[in-house]
């Protein structure tokens, strides 16, 4: 099972992103994933997931109406694209799934990919 993050740069406040995650060694189809972050110095923070089923997706407060996150499973990919970008969000992006292995829930994290917002 492996969870790759890509995608992150610089980008001046306003600009956008677009991160992808590449999954493998599982079926993507059955999972919800999620994109975290993390800021120098401040702990992990969720940031948006989507469902497996219906595709039902969530955002941070601090995000809504900014990023959006989609799938496609065809392609073993989930997305998260990131407009407007402002300083804050400057940070390491990680996607995560929560995957059903050897008989038991295990975490997998991707690899972070950073963005720097700034001028």
């Known amino acids: 099972v492996q969870l790759q993050a890509s995608g992150g740069g610089l980008v001046q406040p306003g600009g956008s992103l677009r991160l992808s995650c590449a999954a493998s060694?599982?079926?993507?189809?059955?999972?919800?994933i999620g994109w975290f972050r993390q800021a120098p110095g401040k702990e992990r923070e969720g940031v948006s997931c989507i469902s497996s089923s219906d595709g039902s997706t969530y955002y941070a407060d601090s995000v809504k109406g900014r990023f959006t996150i989609s799938r496609d499973n065809s392609k073993n990919m989930v997305y998260l694209r990131m407009v407007s970008l402002k300083p804050e969000d400057t940070a390491d992006y990680y996607c995560?799934?929560?995957?059903?292995?050897?008989?038991?829930?295990?975490?997998?994290w991707g690899q972070g990919t950073l963005v720097t917002v700034s001028s």
């Open positions: 995560y799934a929560e995957i059903y292995t050897n008989l038991a829930w295990s975490d997998y």
């Open positions: 060694g599982f079926t993507l189809d059955y999972y919800a």
